[in-house]
């Protein structure tokens, strides 16, 4: 499956942005999608997952309560992510990823396949 992420941009600390990733080639019910973001000088990590044809969400605790994965209703095998009250430590390159096999580990080696990123800017 080939990813491609968008909607990253420069928001001020509080503010809210939309991630959206589409999805193309055979994309299976058993598909989870994750979100990962990768700062300056530091690991890429796990933010938030999806599996693709139901409601199982995970969330990183840096970001439970502020974001929001889900399938994006409006677009053929896409989902987005919600990002509200940004914080300036937020501020990263973020990716979206998929797997084909049960769980959404945090792991980024875990996943198979990886979009492009998007660079999302807060400030303070």
């Known amino acids: 499956v080939q990813l491609q992420a968008s909607g990253g941009g420069l928001v001020q600390a509080g503010g809210s942005l939309r991630l959206s990733c589409a999805a193309s080639?055979?994309?299976?019910?058993?598909?989870?999608m994750a979100w990962f973001r990768q700062a300056p000088g530091m690991e890429r990590e796990f933010v938030a997952a999806?599996?693709?044809?139901?409601?199982?969400?995970?969330y990183a605790d840096s970001v439970k309560g502020r974001f929001a994965v889900a399938r994006d209703n409006a677009r053929k095998n896409a989902v987005y992510l919600q990002m509200n009250s940004l914080k300036p430590e937020d501020t990263a390159v973020y990716y979206c990823?998929?797997?084909?096999?049960?769980?959404?580990?945090?792991?980024?080696?875990?996943?198979?396949?990886w979009g492009q990123g998007t660079q999302v800017t807060v400030s303070s």
């Open positions: 990823a998929a797997r084909n096999v049960p769980g959404a580990p945090t792991g980024a080696a875990e996943w198979d396949s």
């Open positions: 999806i599996r693709w044809n139901g409601y199982i969400t995970y």
């Open positions: 080639g055979r994309v299976f019910g058993s598909y989870f």
